[in-house]
């Protein structure tokens, strides 16, 4: 309850210090609109009908990118943290690609998928790989080895069974931090094609 | 929200700012409570 309390006076906190800048003549209203502003343009733009288009088409990019962005990402870090030969022969293509940023794929967004919803959701898709990618190559890194040998021991010597009776199950929590990394990042890349002159490549 | 910064309109740009926060707000929340559901057989 006391937490609750704080995190409320925090945010009214915010909110008056944001409306007395502008109030106070310290920022231009153009630099910084102040708050109380707010509600005014979110029911021009809701009557508009902006708004509903825009986060629509949003989500949409968004669970689409999400979905594959995290399926690729968990799967291709799986199967690295499994295999080593695959892990060896992936590792500087993994080093060449990991810090090329999201806004610097756009343009090549554009050139193999056109100005168009594909385009955004692929920008999307790299923003939420990477970060999948090494949770789960992580996750699955540090399953303990003395339990991938109990499972030989019990009969579950295939891949597969391994993949289902030890990995999936003592890697779910790592996995599922890196989902939760990439749920943020995956808005951030929504936005990205809205930020990099591009306007056609905009859902909000 | 980019034809909204290319007019200076501002305070249109904080109010998609603000709408993206609240839908990550809200995913987040929601995935919190699946992943706790998830991982209960741990605790």
Known sequence: MQRTLLAVLGLIAFLLIWEAVPYLGLVSPLFLPPPSGLPQAFLREIQAGYWLKAVLASLEHYILGLALGTGFGVALGIATALYDKLDAALSWVVRLLRPVPGLAWVPFAIVWFGISETAATFIIIIGVFWINYYAAYGAAKAIDKDLLEVADAFGHRSTLAKLFKIVLPGSTAGILAGVRTGLGQAWMAVVAPNCSACPALASG | ?43
């Open chain 2, 1 to 43: 929200m980019m034809q909204a910064s290319s007019l200076l309109a501002t305070e249109v740009v904080v109010v998609y700012m603000i709408t993206i926060a609240a839908l990550y707000g809200l995913t987040d929340t929601l995935f919190v409570q699946l992943r706790d559901r998830l991982l209960r057989w741990q605790r």
